[in-house]
Every structure is written in C-alpha cells, then in structure tokens.
C-alpha cells in the first residue's frame, strides 16, 4: 500500500485511495463511483482523439482547435458548477487554499495537461488515431513506476511484472510505426513520450494537491494555465487560429470537443479524488481499447501484428497491475 506517512507527503495525497472507500463505501451518485467515472473519462478522451485526426480534414490546425475547445471547456465546466452548485460536479473541499501553492499547482498542472494533449493532437493525423489512443495505455504501468521510485507505494512483484509488460507493450507500439513513413515514424516516437508526460502528471497532482481545493477548481484553472500556454505558442509560432472556412463541419467539430471536455476534464480531478493516481491512469487502458475502434470505423485504420501485440502486453501489465494491488490490499487488511 501507499506510504503515506513519509516525510514531504502532501496532506492532499494521503491515503487518497483509502478515502476513496473503493471497497464498498457508499456513494450517492454513479458519478461518485470510480468505475463509471474511468469508463466515461477513457470514452472521452478517445472521442476527442479521433476529432483531433477529423481537424484538418474541416480546415482546422489540430492546435487551433484545441486552444479554442479547452477554453470553450473551461466556460462550459464553469457554467455547469454555476448552475449546479451543489452538485456532485462541485466536488469536496473548502475554500482554505493557499494561494501561493494553489497557484504554482495550477501552473505546473497546466503544462503537464496541455503537452500531451498537444503531441497528441499533432500526432494524430500524422501516425493515425488509433496509435495515439494506444500510447495512451501505458501511463497505468509507468504511474506504478514513478510511484514506487518516489516510495508513494512499496513494490509489488506482480505490479513489477505488469510494470515490464506495460514497457514490452511500449517496444512493440514503437515497432509498428517502421511501416510508416519517416515523417510519420519520427511523429510516432514523439507520441510516445505522452504517457510519461501523463504520468509524471498523475503523480505530481496527487502529491501536490492543495489542501482544502476541490476538484472542479484545480480542473478549470488547469484548463485556463493550458490554454493561455497554447495561446502564447500558436501566437509565436503564427499558427491559423481559425478554420479555412467556418462550415457546419468545421463548426460542429468545435462544439463537440468543447462539450467533451467540459466534461471529460471536470470529471478528471473527481477521479483523481476519488480514487488517487494508479486507479486514475487506467484511462488511458479504456482510450486505448475504444481508440482502435473508433480508429478503425472513422478511419479505417487497421491494427497491424505488432499494435495487436502491444494491446495484449499492456492488457496483461493492466492485469498484474491491478491484481498487485488487490493483494496488497488484502494483506493489509
């Protein structure tokens, strides 16, 4: 289980899967459970990897589109915990927040959130959607990782075995891309850096969340850090930050983004609440399972052998990961 007792240990990353109750608390609203929430956040996040490919196809730079459909998120997300104030979106906490570490939470949590989602929206239409929503798969395992280097949790020999499985699912992913061209290939190593990003992200959050926030505050101020970097970057690099041309397509693709992550990030800190960091990172496990699909039926982007491959071996990480923690789980109790 998570040392949480170790020196350094934010009050905000103790026994953050304790209190989750993942055994049987009770809950008052499917959104309070970790399940229902890890299915809807892993959907969406898939969804909004097939629109990032669809971008140019209606004339949007996959940038442009992002920029605009995080803020329109965060305005949405906003308007939601407007009206419904009380609600399960409002989340827990109270308004004893430091301002200065609330502040620096939101800057690095930010940057953390808009790099990958950048390297993955450029991606995209580079090496395919379907490769982008399997890279999305690994950060379980590196969370676990990072977790154990950082002495969150002790080490687990199944989850040690996962944690290699979820590395040789990574190998083959790499390996898949040598069919594509050397454009492509190289996009395909830089895609492969977004589960680190992610979780590096799903650790520092968790170890650095201030005491008192909740949930839906760290999710819109993460969101507008994100889309004031974004801004500053297309505005340097003199990216279009509108479509060729404002038709129904380009204007429909920008509102269903916004819509996915309105929600899609507004339930993202309640799970990281809800269920700390390792639970969290297996949405990159139900993206990446829905992001073949959607792949394959948007796009009809095909799964080689060694994609195939890299499914099975992060499957099989996911499964010792998890397993790992159940027993530990168990042996103390």
């Known amino acids: 289980m998570a040392d949480t007792t170790r020196p350094g240990a934010s009050a905000g990353a103790a026994s953050l899967e304790q209190q989750a109750g993942l055994s049987g608390v009770r809950r008052g609203s499917p959104l309070d459970q970790p399940l229902v929430l890890l299915l809807i956040v892993g959907g969406f996040l898939a969804v909004s990897t097939v629109i990032a490919k669809a971008a140019p196809m209606t004339g949007w730079h996959p940038l442009a589109l992002l920029q605009w459909s995080i803020l329109g998120g965060a305005a949405g997300l906003f308007a939601i915990t407007r009206i419904k104030a009380r ?5 827990v906490g109270s308004s004893s927040v430091s301002r200065g570490k609330f502040a620096l ?5 930010g940057l953390l959130f808009i790099g990958p989602n950048m390297i ?8 395919g959607a379907g490769f982008v929503s399997l890279s999305y798969a690994f950060p379980l395992v590196l969370t676990y990782g ?13 989850r040690g075995a996962g ?12 390996a898949s891309g040598r069919q ?5 290939s190289w996009w395909a190593m830089v895609a492969l850096s977004i589960p680190v990003f992610l979780a590096f992200g799903n650790i520092y959050r968790t170890l650095k969340w201030p005491a008192g926030a909740r949930p839906v505050d760290l999710a819109l101020g993460m969101m507008l850090v994100g889309f004031l970097a974004l801004g500053l970057f ?3 690099a003199g990216i279009p930050v509108t479509p060729v041309a404002w038709t129904a397509e380009a204007t429909g693709l920008l509102i269903a983004q916004i819509a996915i992550f309105a929600f899609q990030y507004g339930l993202y800190f309640r799970l990281q609440h809800t269920a700390g960091p390792v639970y969290l990172s297996q949405i990159g496990s139900v993206a990446a399972v829905i992001g073949l699909g959607l792949g394959y039926l948007a796009f009809g982007e095909v799964p080689n052998l060694p994609k195939l491959a890299a499914v099975a071996a992060v499957g099989a990480g996911i499964v010792l990961v998890s397993k790992g923690r159940a027993s530990g789980l168990k042996k103390t109790s």
């Open 146 to 158: 990072f977790a154990v280097l950082l002495r969150i949790e002790k080490f687990q020999v199944l």
């Open 120 to 127: 993955a929206v450029v991606s995209a239409p580079k090496v």
């Open 105 to 109: 939470y939101l800057v690095i949590s």
């Open 87 to 91: 609600g399960s979106m409002a989340g």
């Open 163 to 174: 944690v290699l499985f979820g590395l040789a699912g990574g190998v083959l992913l790499a």
């Open 180 to 184: 594509l061209s050397v454009e492509a």
């Open 234 to 236: 297309t505005a340097i």
